[in-house]
């Protein structure tokens, strides 16, 4: 293949995977965890013919998982080949335990980067932190935190406008921010008077 279209074309065919996988491992394009879970992937996707929905390739699997609808099917796939590390799998069980109550993602989201989306916006900010709460995505530390900073989010008081702690801590990485973040820190109750 002579293209990153064409090379992508003929390593998504099923029988192409294994020389690609190790074409990448010859030349350095994945490290040795992403080779050793390729290289599984294509002997188990070999052996039972196919994955969740009967997917053939990384993409494809993905795609195919990344609707919760096919939840259920994707994460005895994933525990029963090792897939996902110990957070994810985590995390796929929470989401799994949600979706089996009845209950639902915020706004109505049927896959993490919806969700993650949705959740980034302000004014959805209050429900997914509720959801977080009530579903344990996150700790009570962390709770505590983002519950002190929501009203600085809803009102655009966070250093540079951030509006999520990605955002924040990227924003306040720069030098040139400094006594900015370390104002807002005091502000939202961050920092005590000794470390400020």
């Known amino acids: ?14 029988e192409n995977i294994e020389k690609c996988v190790a074409f990448a491992e010859e030349h350095g394009f994945m490290a040795r965890e992403e080779v050793e879970q390729a290289k599984k992937f294509v002997q188990v996707i070999k052996t039972a013919g196919g994955g969740p929905g009967g997917c053939k390739t990384k993409d494809a699997c993905e795609d195919y998982c990344n609707n919760v609808t096919h939840i259920d099917e994707c994460v005895k796939f994933a525990e029963d080949n ?6 994810e799998l985590e995390e796929a069980k929470k989401i799994q335990t949600i979706i089996k109550s009845g209950k639902k993602l915020p706004g109505n989201c049927t896959n993490k980067s919806a969700c993650e989306l949705y959740c980034k916006t302000a004014a959805h900010m209050e429900e997914c932190l509720a959801f977080a709460k009530e579903s344990g995505f996150m700790s009570k530390e962390e709770i505590e935190q983002a519950e002190k900073v ?3 989010i809803k009102s655009g008081q966070t250093p540079g406008g951030c509006n999520s702690k990605e955002n924040c801590e990227a924003y306040c990485e720069a030098d040139a921010h400094f006594d900015e973040c370390i104002a807002f820190a005091e502000k939202a109750g961050f920092i005590s008077q000794e470390e400020l």
């Open 82 to 87: 090792g897939f996902l590390g110990a957070k």
């Open 1 to 14: 293949c002579a293209s990153e279209e064409t090379c992508k074309a003929f390593c998504d065919k099923t």
């Open 150 to 152: 929501l009203p600085f």
